[in-house]
């Protein structure tokens, strides 16, 4: 089961920041947060991840709380093509990778 | 670099049938591991290879199987097919299991049985 929870939708205005946050109040010392979005039809991609420093590339930035049981993925400028399912996941990266465990994840509608 | 090859994208085929799907990862990545998405289910992890090894195995029957060959590329076989096997079926390459860093997913294989 996956170990995070989103909301199950959010909008946001085109050209505006986009805030989507995650909760993941279980999370292990040893675990990693990673973000995927998929856009309709697609396979999942790849945005970013992070263990407890905040992350930026040039996709979006994460922001974790200290205490890392949550954190936000924040697209600055939120275009039309952004509209997709994005996927919070936490996980292990120990000895080997666990394997990348999808919950529902929070549809994200980008309005013109 | 060319990314993650699933062939074919669409497939159509009848209960009681078998159906092998191919992925070619990306060039260099050693590990391959394979998903189910389904409308009611979600993403569904199926399994991980790497090294022509089985790593990982998702909770599903063992009508699922799959291999790795010696050049990374990867098959999955699902026999005896039935109604709810109907769903995507993506593939995602990375470099190895140990190594920190993301997975690349193709466009998947689309499978309708009827």
């Known amino acids: 089961d996956a170990k995070t929870t989103q909301p199950p939708s959010m909008d946001c205005a085109e050209g505006r920041a986009a805030n989507l946050p995650c909760n993941h109040s279980t999370i292990s010392g040893n675990e990693y947060v990673y973000w995927y979005r998929q856009i309709h039809s697609q396979g999942p991609q790849y945005i970013i991840h992070g263990l407890k420093n905040n992350e930026t590339n040039e996709m979006a930035s994460l922001i974790i709380t200290e205490d890392r049981k949550s954190s936000t993925l924040i697209l600055p400028h939120a275009t039309l093509r952004d509209t997709a399912v994005y996927y919070c996941?936490?996980?292990?990266?120990?000895?080997?990778?666990?394997?990348?465990?999808f919950g529902k994840g929070t549809r994200l509608s980008v309005i013109a | 670099k060319a990314g993650v090859t699933q062939t074919p994208r669409y497939l159509i085929k009848t209960r009681g049938q078998q159906v092998t799907l191919s992925c070619s990862p990306i060039?260099?990545?050693?590990?391959v591991s394979w998903y189910q998405q389904t409308p009611g289910q979600g993403l569904q992890f199926l399994f991980e290879y790497f090294s022509e090894t089985q790593r990982n195995k998702g909770n599903f029957p063992g009508r699922f199987s799959g291999r790795q060959f010696s050049n990374s590329r990867s098959e999955m076989n699902v026999s005896t097919l039935e109604l709810g096997d109907s769903a995507l079926y993506l593939c995602a390459s990375s470099l190895s299991p140990t190594v920190n860093t993301e997975a690349f997913f193709g466009q998947g294989t689309r499978l309708t049985v009827v």
């Open positions: 996941i936490v996980r292990v990266q120990n000895s080997g990778n666990t394997p990348l465990v």
């Open positions: 060039s260099g990545h050693r590990s």
